[in-house]
């Protein structure tokens, strides 16, 4: 079955460090969503990317699709204490609004 | 958020007894989900419903049995279950098919433990 594999599982940086997560599925994507779960909380969504290839911004968070549609990342410029939580991809085949997520990277950010 | 209610927030049970938990979404949506999020693992999708029919039954265990009366409402009642049913049950509502609009809305979630 389809699977969505997220590198690293934790990650650690210093407050304004740079900080990168993975997403890769074993299938091509109709598209990939990325939600944020802070530490006892629930999934809440950031952003979905549609086209191949497509990049978007939020204030530092930077987004990218991959052009076969296999994979995603999510960037974050300058951590701050507030980032810090899970980030989960998911993914969703053509024909389907089941969304498959990811394993999620926890991050945590020192200040 | 108040878009996405779940009832118990907590909840702990005994391996015989049978208990049930609510979900109620106030957004609109036609589409329920029920999300099994353990320790170390990834969220699994256990049940979807699509205004009031269910259309995804991820292979699980008939332990679980989900109810969608409405599309507002969903439950999901518990029998018999293990202690490794112990985890995060989260509930979560979505707009599929409007462009746009397939963002999940989940609620906070029931936290069970199975004794």
């Known amino acids: 079955g389809q699977q969505v594999m997220q590198i690293p599982q934790y990650q650690h940086v210093q407050e304004g460090e740079d900080f990168t997560t993975y997403c890769n599925s074993s299938t091509t994507l109709s598209n990939i969503q990325w939600y944020k779960q802070r530490p006892g909380g629930h999934p809440v969504f950031l952003i979905q990317l549609v086209k191949s290839g497509e990049v978007k911004k939020q204030k530092r968070l930077t987004f990218q699709f991959g052009e076969a549609k296999k994979n995603s990342s999510l960037h974050i410029t300058a951590t701050q204490t507030t980032d810090v939580g899970t980030y989960f991809c998911a993914g969703a085949t053509s024909g389907t609004y089941k969304y498959i997520f990811g394993t999620g990277t926890r991050l945590k950010v020192l200040a | 958020e108040t878009g996405v209610t779940q009832t118990p927030r907590h909840l702990v049970m005994g391996m015989t007894n049978k208990k049930s938990l609510k979900c109620e979404q106030h957004l609109g949506h036609n589409a329920m989900y029920w999300y099994k999020q353990s320790a170390k693992k990834p969220l699994e999708l256990m049940f979807v419903?699509?205004?009031?029919?269910?259309?995804e039954n991820n292979s699980v265990p008939s332990r679980f049995s989900p109810e969608c009366p409405n599309s507002s409402h969903l439950f999901l009642h518990l029998h018999t279950l293990q202690p490794e049913d112990s985890a995060l049950y989260l509930c979560?509502?979505?707009?599929?098919?409007?462009?746009?609009?397939?963002?999940?809305?989940f609620g906070p979630g029931t936290r069970l433990l199975v004794l």
């Open positions: 419903y699509n205004f009031k029919e269910q259309t």
């Open positions: 979560a509502s979505s707009h599929p098919g409007l462009a746009g609009e397939e963002t999940q809305y």
